[in-house]
């Protein structure tokens, strides 16, 4: 069965450093609950708790995020739930659907996650673990291993050992393409010349220059 045919419910996870908004719908949109979680390791176990009290199975649970990585995401991997990552300019266009620009709201960029992920799932990028191979082979040398550092949630420790997020891509540009971004964006979000977006698709920057970006890229969560 598709992963699209075993999604049924849709929760979206405005991002803090002190907590986290959670708000989660049901296949029709409607609002089954939301609540709030403390950024620490023993507030990620209470959220994915709050959503599988909510759910059947994690594998039915699609999350939405804005940052896409660190300690939440990889709880909420850990434990089966189907993780996306969202560019904060393409939510700032679901955000417009439902009020004008004004002060932040919390609760509102909970809704309007989980909502976009339920009607415009193109918009967003499926968050994998990159290799889980190299991942196990790493743990042993991590002491309590990455599992105890997500649940500590410090950011001390989960810097050194963060894990690389990507979705399978032969080709950059239309990778990138389906995901929403082109060359306008890509040169305002990385504050690049068109003509070093367009080389470095073409496979025709200089290696320093693509090094520099591809980093960026991949620091911001493109899925590249």
Known sequence: MAEE???????????????????????RGATVGEREFPHSGEGLAELGDWLLSMASAASTVAVAIEVPHGPVVDTLIDRGFVVYAINPKQLDRLRDRFSVAGAKDDRRDAYVQADGLRTDRRLFRH???????????????????????VRNGSQADRRP??????VPSNDLEPQLTRNGYDIRSLVEQFDAKPAEIRQLLRGELDAGRTRELMDEMRAAGLPT
């Open 161 to 166: 050992y963060r894990r690389r997020y990507s």
């Open 5 to 27: 045919e075993t999604i049924s419910w849709f929760a979206g996870v405005d991002w803090g450093s002190e907590r986290h908004q959670v708000c989660l719908l049901d296949a």
């Open 127 to 149: 968050l994998q673990v990159a290799d889980p191979r190299l991942i196990e082979l790493r743990a042993p040398a991590l002491g309590a291993g990455l599992r105890g550092r």
